[in-house]
């Protein structure tokens, strides 16, 4: 019986957005998307999300959220390869919602477990008048869209400042890669990766059912 050749390799992406670190601020919460190229195209799942507001605990500076990833993408090539866009807003002292840091990383590469340290930033005003009144105001500097945080087009004029980081991990599978040509594997000899004949799917682990 012959085997059909696929025209298209599928990549999916399960995981959780852990949590993060913003030592100077409390009571947070984080969107997400994912950007990606002409190329590629959703198959299930959700492209965005928003967290729930979480505070730090008694013992540790860290925000837990724990929040869920699941989708599937395919593609006809890696060009375009997908990013996960983060944005993490709370309060101020006034109670208004303001951004607390963007940040941005490639969906890994290679099928298996990882895990991904995001450091976040902050666009900041130009002129102090400009960042006393956008204190007072409750009005903070933001990017209109946040994908643009993955494009890098017109970054180079915007003035940031670091501040925070998000942990999220990932479970990564591929299916048809190597059919097409591309071989993701570990570059790690001694690492090794399963393949399931019956179902085409690849990853350092095989699919567990939720």
Sequence with gaps: MATSNPSVFLVTVNGQIDGANFPEYDNLYCKYCFVYGHDWAPTSGLEEGITQITCKGISSNKLIWNFPLETTFKSTNPSGWPQLVVSVYGPDVFGNDVVRGYGATHIPFTPGQHTRTIPM?????TWRLQKFTSWLLGRRPEYTDPK?????????????????????????????????????GPSNPSSTQSYSPTSGWSTEEQPYNM
């Design 121 to 125: 930033f902050v666009p900041e005003p």
């Design 148 to 184: 643009v945080v993955a494009q890098g087009e017109g970054r180079e004029v915007t003035r940031v400042r670091s501040q925070g980081f998000v942990t999220v991990s990932f479970h990564i599978m591929t299916k048809d890669m190597k059919k097409l040509g591309y071989d993701t």
